[in-house]
């Protein structure tokens, strides 16, 4: 059997319930699925399994999207329109339809819904329940970058040190502080003063932080952030951030972000329901 780590898919709601474990566990088992991927060793973890995509738009087609990640690891997907299903959000979630889908498939993917919509179908349907988990701003987004900067810097993430010069209070941003936190990378924050992140929630994520002393930093603009971090992000709207590493060759190409991209899904994937 494919080892796979073991995280509660409530957890991949975002990233404030993932602990420092859970980040390294997904990230060591993406960076598995894509070097197989690369080696032509693609297992089928999922083979079996049946994931419903529930979005009233058609679902993406393109590498990267949950669809295709979900495919790629041998299970079948279908999708459904809420609307049609009696789980619009205009209304409250049929309970017996969100059971039936919960007996039709191992794991449901609830996209463009409403969070208490998608809470509401989770407690019914009795197995995972992910929150548009493929979208391009949904927070878990920040583990396909935590994985190609890993990759490109060549460090492990509690001696990593990142410059964000963006918004640190976007989805992913926020997200990118948390993972920081939970793992001991050193963030430096160079943004606006009046996008800094509130000063209880700023001080509660430095006294939770697992690594050895304060390795969050709060700066006004790049220059003040300093040049010698390993890994510079230039975070100016969502992922896929463009970023420089010390030592590295040529910048991403965008297959190779699609390859993190869709490692890291299918790692989270596998974790919840494999």
Request: proline share 6%.
């Amino acid at each position: 059997m494919y080892p796979r780590p073991s995280v509660p898919h409530r957890h991949l709601w975002s990233v404030d319930s993932l602990s420092s474990a859970d980040i390294r566990e997904v990230l060591d088992s993406a960076r598995r699925l894509r070097l197989d991927a690369r080696e032509g060793r693609a297992a089928a973890p999922l083979r079996g399994r049946n994931l419903a995509l529930l979005n009233d738009a058609a679902p993406a087609e393109g590498a990267g999207s949950l669809r295709h990640a979900a495919l790629g690891l041998g299970a079948q997907v279908s999708h459904l329109r809420p609307s049609e299903a009696r789980l619009s959000a205009a209304d409250a979630a049929d309970a017996a339809t969100a059971r039936l889908l919960g007996r039709l498939y191992d794991a449901i993917d609830c996209e463009d819904m409403s969070a208490a919509l998608v809470a509401e179908v989770a407690r019914e349907a009795g197995v995972p329940v992910f929150n548009g988990l493929g979208g391009a701003r949904h927070p878990t987004r920040v583990l396909a970058e935590l994985l190609a900067i890993q990759d490109r810097s060549g460090k492990a993430l509690d001696t990593l040190s990142v410059r964000f010069v963006g918004d640190p209070t976007s989805p992913c941003g926020a997200a990118l502080l948390r993972a920081a936190a939970a793992t001991g990378i050193e963030l430096r924050i160079a943004a606006a003063r009046d996008r800094w992140p509130p000063p209880e929630l700023w001080e509660a994520l430095k006294a939770g932080a697992v690594a050895r002393g304060a390795r969050l930093y709060l700066f006004e603009n790049a220059a003040q952030a300093g040049e010698d971090s390993d890994v510079t992000l230039a975070a100016a709207g969502d992922p896929p951030w463009p970023f420089t590493a010390r030592g590295a060759a040529a910048p991403l190409r965008d297959d190779e972000r699609a390859d993190y991209r869709q490692a890291a899904l299918q790692a989270m994937l596998v974790a919840a329901i494999g």
